[in-house]
């Protein structure tokens, strides 16, 4: 699992390391069952506030995503399902970025979503050096 | 550089309890007031950043709360105690880290400095302080006044880290520091806030090296606190928002008294507001503005927005 922090995005810290966790999950380098860094492994790896990460791992474990086993640290819950929910969650999250940039740039959803599809069909997945989002 | 800014930001963070706080703090340097009338509340466990631009008063803020400088006015609480009254005491559970560069003890070497501070503080860790010179590399034969301003720096980050205070007061920590120890100090925090409750009051210039580990954030100027808040508000109710607005358009009322900035040309003007963000939205919306982004500040564009917000509100 790799969580990167960027200053120059807009969610807070916390929820950038959930959408980290998500995205591990997503992407399939996070299994159910797998242990979660610690608490001060992963504020000392980002260089964050150790708060900062239990917020995240609280609010994970709220959400059903992750387990905290008393003396034995944080873990993926076994059920989770990551198609089923966290699929369409990230997703969410993207779209409600790039509808944010849109409107930004003064362009209204059916431009954006044109210019996505038509994109989509003929350029290669994460190549996003022809843009840099702002 | 001057602020004019009214206060827009809260300045109040309610009842506490707070390990540090200072009310109507005033110190003069002769004719000049380098503290005029602050209240500072800094909440138990908090990692705190004190910004301000040069000469706001920060290191005088902290140097008072040490007890090394004598205030004219108010009230003064580190830890329970008036350190105007109790300065041995105060320091002794405090780890500061002083603006200055210099050691008191120039002629003794490193390691003759950091048995010095094992005797003085009766929490020293002697473990904990050869674990931080490790990882630090510092040289232990050194003599004090032939370190540089870098390696000075991390002696005196060990000196107060090593007795695991419960009260951290660092005066730009980072300065003189190159990047790789620098980010090995914002871990090497990381982990001792992890380890050992502590409160810490953080006052620099370079607030982006350590906004990761702040959660409250207050703003001097002129010797004055402008706001005073969790950095979680500051993210979430001060917001820039960016609008494309028609021909002799002015800004709803009820919205002016709460920008702190503003920026922009004829039809697309920028703003700096606090406030709730569905309402000022919804304002600026009903106005005839057309709201193209809102987006939070990082600590340093805030700190910006509030100290060159002199034409706030036209």
Not at chain 1, 22 to 31: D, K, M, P, Q
């Amino acid at each position: 699992m790799q969580i990167h922090l960027s200053r120059s995005d807009e969610r807070p810290l916390y929820v950038q390391i959930m959408d980290g966790v998500r995205r591990g999950l997503v992407r399939g380098t996070l299994r159910p069952e797998d242990p979660l860094p610690s608490v001060r492994d992963l504020a000392s790896e980002l260089r964050v506030n150790p708060r900062t990460v239990s917020q995240a791992y609280a609010e994970l474990e709220r959400d059903g995503v992750v387990q905290v086993r008393h003396g034995k640290g944080t873990f993926v819950a076994p059920e989770v399902r990551p198609d089923q929910r966290e699929r369409p969650r990230l997703a969410k999250q993207v779209a409600r970025r790039a509808l944010a940039d849109a409107s930004r740039n003064g362009l209204v959803l059916e431009e954006l979503l044109e210019a996505l599809r038509e994109i989509g069909e003929r350029e290669s997945p994460g190549d996003d050096t022809k843009e840099d989002g702002r | 550089m001057t602020a004019t800014t009214t206060s827009a930001l809260p300045v109040n963070l309610g009842d506490g309890p707070f390990a540090v706080s200072t009310a109507g703090l005033v110190k003069r340097y002769g004719s000049s007031t380098a503290l005029n009338g602050v209240d500072l509340q800094l909440p138990e466990h908090a990692v705190y950043v004190l910004v301000g631009p040069n000469g706001a008063g920060k290191s005088t803020l902290l140097r008072t709360l040490m007890g090394l400088v004598r205030r004219h006015a108010g009230d003064v609480n580190v830890l329970g105690a008036d350190p105007g009254l109790e300065g041995g005491h105060v320091r002794g559970r405090i780890g500061y880290v002083p603006e200055d560069h210099r050691f008191g003890y120039s002629w003794l070497t490193v390691g003759q400095l950091l048995e010095h501070h094992a005797v003085y503080y009766p929490s020293w860790d002697p473990a904990y302080a050869r674990r931080l010179t490790e990882m630090y590399d510092v040289d232990p034969d050194k003599k004090c006044h032939t370190l540089s301003k870098g390696q000075s720096r991390r002696v005196q980050l060990i000196l107060a880290l090593a007795h695991r205070p419960p009260l951290l007061l660092l005066d730009e920590p980072t300065d003189g520091l190159d990047h790789v120890v620098r980010d090995a100090t914002l871990s090497i925090l990381s982990e001792h806030l992890a380890d050992s409750p502590t409160t810490v009051l953080i006052s620099t210039h370079r607030v982006y090296e350590v906004e990761p580990l702040v959660d409250h954030v207050g703003v001097l100027s002129d010797g004055r606190l402008l706001g005073q808040l969790p950095r979680g508000d500051l993210r979430g109710s001060l917001l820039r928002y960016s609008a494309d607005v028609p021909e002799r358009w002015s800004l709803p009322k009820e919205i002016g008294g709460r920008v702190v900035n503003r920026r922009g040309r004829a039809r697309e003007i920028e703003w700096t507001v606090w406030g709730d963000r569905d309402e000022v939205t919804r304002g600026l919306s009903q106005a005839g503005a057309t709201v193209r982004e809102v987006a939070s500040l990082s600590v340093d564009e805030a700190a910006i927005a509030l100290f060159s917000g002199e034409e706030a509100g036209s």
